[in-house]
């Protein structure tokens, strides 16, 4: 009775062409827009990867040469010496970093202090601004006319001191968030555990509290060695003759020509970040397996010596970070430091200073705005597939392969490898090379990561059934995006906004490989007006980045609570 | 037992083969989920996919769905043939055990999600809405968020979520499982109610034995990927085609024996007669005897009796409506169990306790006989 049929079926199975011609209008609109997605990635970021690998094995008349510019490269003193350069500059970086981050990360984490809010708001100043601030400021205090440069006891401050000064500056907030997490993912019963048995404070820190955050110590160092070997400003603002790798590709490529010196360079530069993006992976998985969903969190009770020390620690680090915003912003307002101290808004009126005036102000607007639009939804629409979609599994991996890419490649790198690519004579897509769309293009695959790895990390939390249930009622899945992805991931839609417009305009490394006089920004201008001896005009620009990344900031704590406040309806709704 | 009570809408003329499904193999890789299923599903029917997790009954209904295309063979949807069509080309509506109700829409927007006002009209939708709420019971939750709700109540409107479009065919993924256990009780009766009235094609997958005998007309058990046995609740439960349905379902007694002749056989020293069930097999071949705890016969055992068996009471647990007694037959070889169901009266009237010896009879036509021991199944 179960196989009664009255038709017989013969049993065969589906070929690929009846796939194929069974597939609803809603696969086709879907395969044309993973189609779509993997292709722009392959063109932003794989391709033009691949144009810097060959090319790195090519002379400059693009012959291949096999490993010659490898060879010229070792062999000439002048280059090679910048790698030990910017191996110890580096290292001393990470050291002095990691301490400081990991201290205040701990204070912020596990101890009483007061003003904890206040410390945490002030540790991420630095992010707001371009990483050539820091180095101006630090001209204005310890350079030749430096206000309190008696306190280097000689030395001058272009160089290795500088450099490392202000390479703490740029990285500490970046490696501080990966300690705060991994001093926050911490299993409260362990430390009542190790209390019961009698071990003392110091014992419990060495056997508890560091063990426990060791994967993200580690994953912080290796992030905060990359960013300073592949940091392109702070050394070009301050390094005087002293060269290291970022400097030398930007002098071979921009100053020389020299492109296959340049490319070589380039995959010089990859080599740190690669290990990096490898040891964070490994490092991540490690961490997510360690914290069980049972875990309780750590809360620490009142120690008065421990937070009195916490404090005043974090006190320091506070002005130190608040000094060197300051500094800027001050120098952008006297009048001719350190001559003339009175106070002037002459240095902001760029039409005055500059040939290009406000325009790449406005240019780094229109980028940051165009990028955190079209780069939010296009990586929503690539995790969105990615993570919820069912059919087309290769192009899918392909594309989350690819998502990944970003993190592991220097942003010099990037605007590097753009140049390879998008400047290449037979390339039909030369024509937005100088143009605001390369810029728009590279901003977005070199943010593209951390932007989809937050989107991922939204949808996932989103019932998985929800495509089976629009499908079932006849809906598009494009209605059931909108209508509920969409809000539901919405807080997290306007932070990857945020971060990308953010990241838009302090942003040097890529860009200023890819910029064109009529579409510099604003962190470019700022380069070329220090290099000029603008100093002040160039801290007024930087100083214009800041106060637009604080006003946006802002206005994302308002958004946010907006969004909270409707979301807020449905999400505890009260029984 | 509901299931026999009840028969399919129309049941008088021959039952229409509403849903077909034809050799329908899942693999995932090298694993096959779904190993060559076939089976009918009639108009009006409530079918239960009933089996141990993992066993496939997800994956069928999803095949069923268009959610997971099978790996081969056909399924045939009210004479339509929907093997390779998209979900949104089938005709069915669908609940899972989450829920899987949108949070950020009211419960009138998720009802009336798949309903086009275009089509129908804002009036029209909206009086749709407020019919199935009243069918579900809930027309004070117009306006409310799904949050609001209790488990129950969001199961309910998932339910009419999934009926809005009058569906020719309603699916449901143990949509039971996520409530405790008196809600579960109550809208199992509801839900049964509902689907008798609208008289929907229903499929419901369960690992719940009990959901599946008393919802369901027709019940699937399923093991591994295959169908051990399709039949009423009353069938499944009296006549088990397997030691494994005979398992799953119920409580059961598995004894070892060895066939006699053609209608008997012998555990230990005791000789049983049973049914033809052994006629086919040799003698000395292992078998094994099953019957269920309240099958086990305890009143009015005489010497006249046929299956007679001397026991010692070794155990006995109340259960509230009646008293578990474990039981132990020496002359069975090997200190053998037996599990019967003692009524209350029947402990109160031979004033029972540990230890007593007492005979009990095993009735030949309550008995199942199958091949090949205990340990083999
Ligand atoms: N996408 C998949 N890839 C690989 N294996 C799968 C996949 N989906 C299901 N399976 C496997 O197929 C088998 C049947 O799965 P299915 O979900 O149908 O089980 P089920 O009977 O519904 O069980 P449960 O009661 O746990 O829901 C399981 O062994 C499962 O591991
Ligand atoms: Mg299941």
């Known amino acids: ?575 | 037992m509901t299931g026999m009570i009840k028969k399919p809408q129309g049941s008088d003329v021959q039952p229409m083969a509403y849903l077909e499904i034809n050799n329908v193999t899942k693999r995932f890789g090298d694993f096959v989920a779904l190993d060559d299923v076939s089976l009918t599903v009639n108009e009006g029917e409530f079918v239960c996919f009933l089996g141990p997790s993992g066993c496939g009954k997800t994956t069928l209904l999803r095949a069923i769905a268009g959610l997971d295309f099978q790996s081969e063979g056909r399924l045939v949807h009210n004479k339509k043939d929907i093997s390779h069509l998209p979900p949104v080309q089938r005709d069915f509506g669908i609940v899972f055990q989450s829920y899987a109700l949108f949070p950020n829409l009211t419960v009138a927007q998720n009802i009336s999600y798949g309903l086009s006002v275009r089509e129908m009209g804002r009036d029209k939708v909206e009086a749709r809405v407020r019919e199935l709420l009243e069918t579900v019971g809930l027309q004070d939750s117009y306006n409310k968020y799904p949050t609001a709700l209790s488990g129950g109540q969001q199961q309910r409107i998932a339910l009419a979520r999934a009926l809005a479009n009058k569906p020719g065919l309603l699916l449901l993924d143990e949509p039971l499982s996520a409530l405790d256990a008196k809600v579960r009780i109550k809208l199992r009766h509801e839900m049964k109610e509902l689907q008798r009235n609208l008289g929907i094609t229903t499929i419901m997958v369960t690992h719940d034995q009990e959901e599946a005998l008393s919802l369901a007309d027709r019940i699937v058990v399923m093991n591994h990927g295959i169908i051990e046995q399709i039949g009423s609740p009353l069938e499944i439960y009296r006549n088990p085609a397997s030691a494994y349905v005979a398992d799953f379902i119920g409580d059961m007694n598995f004894l070892d024996a060895e066939v006699l002749t053609d209608n008997q056989i012998t555990i230990g020293n005791y000789t049983l007669d049973v049914d033809q069930q052994v006629k086919h097999l040799p003698k000395g071949e292992k078998v094994t005897v099953c019957i269920r705890p309240e099958d086990v016969m305890v009143r009015n055992v005489t010497a006249d009796t046929a299956n007679v068996l001397d026991v010692e009471v070794l155990d006995v647990e109340f259960l509230g409506s009646f008293y578990r007694a474990i039981l132990s037959c020496h002359g069975m070889g090997g200190d053998m169990e037996i599990s019967a169901n003692f009524s209350i009266n029947l402990m109160r009237d031979h004033a029972l306790s540990l230890g007593d010896h007492i005979k009990i009879a095993l009735p030949k036509k309550r008995s199942r006989v199958f091949s090949g021991d205990k340990q083999a199944r």
């Not at chain 1, 030395?155 to 907030?173: A, D, K, L, N, T």
């Not at chain 1, 049972?294 to 010596?305: I, Q, T, V």
């Open chain 1, 1 to 575: 009775m179960n196989t009664a049929t009255t038709t017989t079926y013969h049993n065969h199975r589906s070929t690929f062409r009846q796939r194929l011609s069974h597939l609803g209008k809603e696969d086709i609109i879907m395969l044309i827009a993973l189609i779509g997605i993997s292709l722009s990635m392959l063109v932003a970021i794989i391709f033009p990867l691949f144009g810097m690998f060959s090319k790195s094995f090519q002379n400059n008349s693009g012959d291949w040469v096999g490993l010659g510019n490898f060879i010229e490269y070792f062999s000439s003193p002048g280059l090679v010496g910048s790698i030990s350069n910017s191996i110890w500059v580096s290292l001393l970086t990470t050291v002095i970093t990691g301490l400081a981050a990991f201290v205040y990360a701990y204070a912020l984490t596990r101890s009483c202090m007061p003003g904890k809010k206040i410390f945490r708001a002030l540790s991420s100043i630095p992010i707001l601004a371009p990483s050539l601030l820091p180095a101006i400021s630090l001209v204005y205090l310890l350079g030749n006319q430096g206000l309190i440069r008696e306190i280097l006891m000689g030395e001058s401050v272009y160089g290795p001191i500088g450099i490392v000064i202000g390479m703490c500056f740029y990285i500490f907030p970046h490696i501080l968030m990966i300690m705060i997490t991994a001093l926050s993912t911490s299993d409260a019963r362990l430390y009542e555990a190790a209390e019961v048995l009698g071990a003392g404070p110091v014992r419990i820190f060495f056997t508890v509290t560091l063990p426990g955050a060791r994967y993200g110590l580690i994953s912080a160092a290796f992030v905060a060695f990359t960013l300073a070997i592949t940091d392109f400003g702070i050394p070009k603002v301050i390094g005087g003759n002293f060269n290291v790798l970022a400097t030398d590709i930007y002098k071979q490529v921009v100053g020389q020509q020299n492109f296959s010196i340049g490319a070589v360079v380039g995959m010089i530069l990859l080599i740190p970040a690669l290990v990096s993006f490898a040891v964070d992976r490994h490092v991540r998985k490690k961490q997510t397996a360690q914290m069980s969903a049972r875990s309780e969190p750590y809360r620490p009770k009142p120690h008065k010596l421990r937070d009195g020390l916490l404090f005043a620690f974090c006190t320091m680090v506070a002005l130190f970070l608040l000094t060197i915003i300051g500094t800027a912003a001050f120098s952008s307002l006297v009048k001719f430091w350190p001559y003339e101290m009175s106070l002037t808004l002459q240095h902001y009126d760029f039409n005055a200073n500059d040939p290009n005036g406000w325009a790449p102000f406005f240019n780094s607007l229109t980028l940051s705005a165009v990028t955190a639009v079209v780069g939010t939804l296009m990586i929503f629409f690539g995790a969105y597939f990615v993570e919820k979609t069912k059919q087309f599994a290769l192009i899918r991996s392909l594309v989350q392969v690819m998502a990944m890419v970003p993190m592991a490649v220097p942003g010099m790198v990037l605007g590097l490898a753009y140049v390879f690519f998008f400047n290449a004579p037979g390339n039909p897509l030369n024509g937005i090379y100088g143009t605001m769309v390369i810029l728009g293009l590279s901003t977005i695959a070199h943010f593209y990561t951390v932007s989809h790895l937050t989107l991922t990390t939204a949808l996932k939390q989103i019932d998985g059934e929800f495509e089976a249930v629009s499908a079932s009622l006849k809906a598009p899945f494009y209605k059931t995006v909108a209508r509920v992805h969409f809000p539901i991931c919405l807080p997290a839609i306007s932070d990857v906004a945020i971060y990308l417009f953010v990241n838009s305009m302090t942003t040097v490394s890529a860009v200023v490989f890819l910029y064109a006089p009529d579409t510099k920004l604003a962190s470019i201008s700022v380069l070329n007006m220090d290099d000029v001896g603008d100093q002040a005009p160039a801290a007024a620009m930087a100083m214009m980045i800041v106060m637009t990344s604080i006003a946006v900031k802002t206005l994302h704590v308002f958004i946010t609570k907006g969004i909270n406040a409707r979301t807020s309806a449905w999400k505890n709704a009260s029984r």
